[in-house]
């Protein structure tokens, strides 16, 4: 079992920017890919970012790139997801996903290749 915490979330106006932050837990840290989705009100859950086993690879959201940056610590079991230029349709809770990865050069972008998931934490960006 893997444990999802994340933290970071907030108000924000428009323009501004944030980085939310994964802690894992309970297994070796750098034998997982993780990813952020986004579930707004009354949208289904979508891809924000992900990155490899090490960080070598990361891949964006066409709706993030230029504004978003996954970076991950496996000294410190943890993914980040720095945010700029934040857009009120930026709102949203933000999730933390992994899932098991046998090979450094995989990342996934799709919510049905994560097996473990955070409760997730609420950004909210005012006009």
């Known amino acids: 079992q893997v444990q999802l915490v994340e933290s970071g979330g907030g108000l924000v106006q428009a323009g501004g920017s944030l980085r939310l932050s994964c802690a894992a837990s309970?297994?070796?840290?750098?034998?997982?890919?993780m990813g952020w989705f986004r579930q707004a009100p009354g949208k289904e859950r979508e891809f924000v970012a992900a990155?490899?086993?090490?960080?070598?690879?990361?891949y964006l959201a066409d709706s993030m790139k230029g504004r978003a940056t996954i970076s991950r610590d496996n000294a410190k079991n943890t993914v980040y997801l720095q945010m700029s230029i934040l857009k009120p349709e930026d709102t949203a809770v933000y999730y933390c996903?992994?899932?098991?990865?046998?090979?450094?050069?995989?990342?996934?972008?799709?919510?049905?290749?994560?097996?473990?998931w955070g409760q997730g934490t609420q950004v909210t960006v005012s006009s």
């Open positions: 309970g297994r070796t840290f750098s034998n997982y890919a």
């Open positions: 996903a992994a899932t098991g990865s046998n090979y450094d050069t995989l990342i996934y972008s799709r919510e049905s290749n994560y097996n473990y």
């Open positions: 990155v490899s086993r090490s960080g070598a690879r990361t």
